[in-house]
């Protein structure tokens, strides 16, 4: 059974960096099967794509917020990271780490991290 | 970027109904398109895939279908536990995107 867990700070203060690691379980990052990718969804709203990454570090970014987004691999561990630089309120949000699945364009996102909340507030 | 509109936004139903949710691309995108139910507190759970591929596991009242521009979600014979909201995704085309979700609501 595949599982992903979030690990990282609940609260960042504005203009700092956010940062969190997904861990992976059941499955292997560096067998090159999948994407890895990260979601957010801000409290009472919907669902943002922020970016993935393959095994090989090559990694695709939301253009809504380039510049701020690195996403990076740990195949050792067995982990993916999000970093978002310069924060501010509108970042609030659930953050799910999720494996992207499929093939050519046929793409979904199954399983789902269960989500941490990050509150960015000074 | 290509916008997904879901509707309703949201929708009152009871046990035994028939819904459908209907989703709708700003531009074509073939049938790269994923179906996911999430409930309160919980992350999405993945429901159908390439437009109308139930995922496994998945009871066999949902359905989807659609191509191009015009998709939509349905359940034939509601369960209590289908109440919820359900988001449409599309990856024809980075970046990928959501609807913005249609919560089915208990009358």
């Known amino acids: 059974q595949v599982q992903l867990q979030e690990s990282g700070p609940g609260l960042v203060k504005p203009s700092q960096t956010l940062s969190l690691t997904c861990t992976v379980s059941?499955?292997?990052?560096?067998?090159?099967?999948?994407?890895w990718s990260w979601i957010r969804q801000p409290p009472g709203k919907g669902l943002e794509w922020i970016g993935y990454i393959y095994h090989s570090g090559h990694t695709y970014n939301n253009p809504s917020l380039t510049g701020r987004v690195t996403i990076s691999v740990d195949t050792s561990k067995n982990q993916f990271s999000l970093k978002l630089t310069s924060v501010s309120d509108a970042d609030t949000a659930v953050y799910y780490c999720v494996r992207e699945v499929g093939y050519s364009w046929y793409r979904w996102f199954d399983p789902w991290g269960q989500g941490t909340l990050v509150i960015v507030s000074s | 970027d290509i916008q997904m509109t879901q509707s309703p936004s949201s929708v009152s139903a009871s046990v035994g109904d028939r819904i459908t949710i209907s989703c709708r691309a700003s531009q074509g995108i073939i049938n790269y398109l994923a179906w996911y139910q999430q409930k309160p507190g919980k992350a999405p759970n993945l429901l159908i895939y390439r437009a109308s591929t139930l995922q496994s596991g998945v009871p066999s009242r949902f359905s989807g279908s659609g191509s191009g521009t015009d998709f939509s979600l349905t359940i034939s014979s509601l369960q209590p536990e289908d109440f919820a909201t359900y988001y449409c995704?599309?990856?024809?085309?980075?970046?990928?995107?959501f609807g913005q979700g249609t919560k089915l609501e208990i009358k």
């Open positions: 995704q599309q990856t024809n085309t980075f970046p990928y995107t």
């Open positions: 059941g499955d292997s990052i560096s067998s090159g099967d999948h994407y």
